[in-house]
Nanobody
Framework: QVQLVESGGGLVQPGGSLRLSCAAS????????MRWYRQAPGKEREFVAG????????NYADSVKGRFTISRDNAKNTMYLQMNSLKPEDTGVYYC??????????WGKGTLVTVSS
Protein backbone atom coordinates (compact mmCIF):
# COMPACT_ATOMS: atom_id res chain seq x y z
CA GLN A 1 0.00 0.00 0.00
CA VAL A 2 1.45 3.33 -1.09
CA GLN A 3 1.77 5.82 1.76
CA LEU A 4 3.14 9.35 1.82
CA VAL A 5 3.29 11.02 5.24
CA GLU A 6 4.26 14.66 5.60
CA SER A 7 5.60 16.25 8.78
CA GLY A 8 7.42 19.34 9.98
CA GLY A 9 4.79 22.01 9.51
CA GLY A 10 3.96 24.62 12.11
CA LEU A 11 3.73 28.30 12.95
CA VAL A 12 6.72 30.45 12.06
CA GLN A 13 7.36 34.19 11.91
CA PRO A 14 8.08 35.93 8.61
CA GLY A 15 11.72 35.48 7.70
CA GLY A 16 11.93 32.20 9.58
CA SER A 17 12.66 28.67 8.41
CA LEU A 18 11.04 25.25 8.45
CA ARG A 19 12.04 21.85 7.15
CA LEU A 20 9.31 19.56 5.87
CA SER A 21 9.71 15.81 5.49
CA CYS A 22 7.79 13.25 3.43
CA ALA A 23 8.19 9.62 4.47
CA ALA A 24 7.31 7.19 1.68
CA SER A 25 6.44 3.51 1.79
CA UNK A 26 4.76 0.83 -0.31
CA UNK A 27 6.66 1.47 -3.53
CA UNK A 28 10.20 1.65 -4.86
CA UNK A 29 10.97 5.18 -3.72
CA UNK A 30 14.21 5.61 -5.66
CA UNK A 31 12.51 4.75 -8.94
CA UNK A 32 10.19 7.76 -9.03
CA UNK A 33 10.43 11.52 -9.12
CA MET A 34 8.84 13.34 -6.19
CA ARG A 35 7.16 16.71 -5.80
CA TRP A 36 5.88 19.17 -3.22
CA TYR A 37 2.64 21.06 -3.77
CA ARG A 38 0.82 23.52 -1.55
CA GLN A 39 -2.67 24.90 -1.18
CA ALA A 40 -3.32 28.27 0.38
CA PRO A 41 -6.70 29.08 1.95
CA GLY A 42 -9.25 29.74 -0.77
CA LYS A 43 -6.83 28.93 -3.59
CA GLU A 44 -6.09 26.00 -5.84
CA ARG A 45 -3.30 23.56 -5.16
CA GLU A 46 -0.04 24.66 -6.82
CA PHE A 47 3.30 23.10 -7.65
CA VAL A 48 6.18 24.10 -5.37
CA ALA A 49 9.20 21.93 -6.21
CA GLY A 50 10.23 18.66 -7.81
CA UNK A 51 13.22 16.32 -7.54
CA UNK A 52 14.38 13.59 -9.90
CA UNK A 53 14.75 9.94 -8.94
CA UNK A 54 18.39 10.18 -7.89
CA UNK A 55 18.07 13.74 -6.62
CA UNK A 56 20.41 15.28 -9.17
CA UNK A 57 17.81 17.45 -10.89
CA UNK A 58 15.41 19.83 -9.21
CA ASN A 59 12.92 22.45 -10.32
CA TYR A 60 10.98 25.13 -8.48
CA ALA A 61 8.04 27.46 -8.81
CA ASP A 62 9.23 31.00 -9.47
CA SER A 63 7.68 32.14 -6.19
CA VAL A 64 10.04 29.97 -4.10
CA LYS A 65 13.26 29.98 -6.15
CA GLY A 66 16.25 30.95 -4.06
CA ARG A 67 14.37 30.40 -0.78
CA PHE A 68 13.31 26.72 -0.84
CA THR A 69 15.47 23.64 -1.41
CA ILE A 70 14.08 20.21 -2.24
CA SER A 71 16.12 17.07 -1.59
CA ARG A 72 15.72 13.37 -0.99
CA ASP A 73 17.44 10.52 0.83
CA ASN A 74 16.71 7.30 -1.03
CA ALA A 75 18.29 5.23 1.74
CA LYS A 76 15.65 6.59 4.12
CA ASN A 77 12.77 6.72 1.61
CA THR A 78 12.30 10.35 2.55
CA MET A 79 11.98 13.65 0.71
CA TYR A 80 12.60 17.07 2.25
CA LEU A 81 11.74 20.69 1.68
CA GLN A 82 13.95 23.24 3.38
CA MET A 83 12.09 26.55 3.48
CA ASN A 84 13.97 29.73 4.34
CA SER A 85 13.01 33.41 4.35
CA LEU A 86 9.38 32.44 4.75
CA LYS A 87 6.68 34.93 3.81
CA PRO A 88 3.02 35.15 4.85
CA GLU A 89 2.07 34.13 1.30
CA ASP A 90 3.84 30.79 1.87
CA THR A 91 1.06 29.87 4.29
CA GLY A 92 -0.86 26.76 3.31
CA VAL A 93 -1.08 23.01 3.47
CA TYR A 94 1.96 21.35 1.92
CA TYR A 95 1.51 18.02 0.15
CA CYS A 96 3.91 15.33 -0.95
CA UNK A 97 3.20 13.82 -4.40
CA UNK A 98 4.42 11.17 -6.74
CA UNK A 99 3.13 9.70 -9.97
CA UNK A 100 3.53 5.96 -10.25
CA UNK A 101 3.45 5.11 -13.93
CA UNK A 102 0.31 3.13 -14.70
CA UNK A 103 -1.12 3.66 -11.22
CA UNK A 104 -1.57 7.43 -11.23
CA UNK A 105 -0.95 10.16 -8.69
CA UNK A 106 -0.53 9.59 -4.98
CA TRP A 107 -0.80 12.29 -2.31
CA GLY A 108 -0.11 12.58 1.36
CA LYS A 109 -2.60 14.16 3.76
CA GLY A 110 -0.53 17.31 4.05
CA THR A 111 1.13 19.37 6.75
CA LEU A 112 0.06 22.92 7.63
CA VAL A 113 2.54 25.77 7.42
CA THR A 114 1.49 29.11 8.87
CA VAL A 115 3.71 32.16 8.45
CA SER A 116 2.53 34.94 10.70
CA SER A 117 3.78 37.40 13.27
Amino acid sequence: QVQLVESGGGLVQPGGSLRLSCAASGFSFSAFAMRWYRQAPGKEREFVAGVSRAGGRTNYADSVKGRFTISRDNAKNTMYLQMNSLKPEDTGVYYCNTNLAGLGDYWGKGTLVTVSS
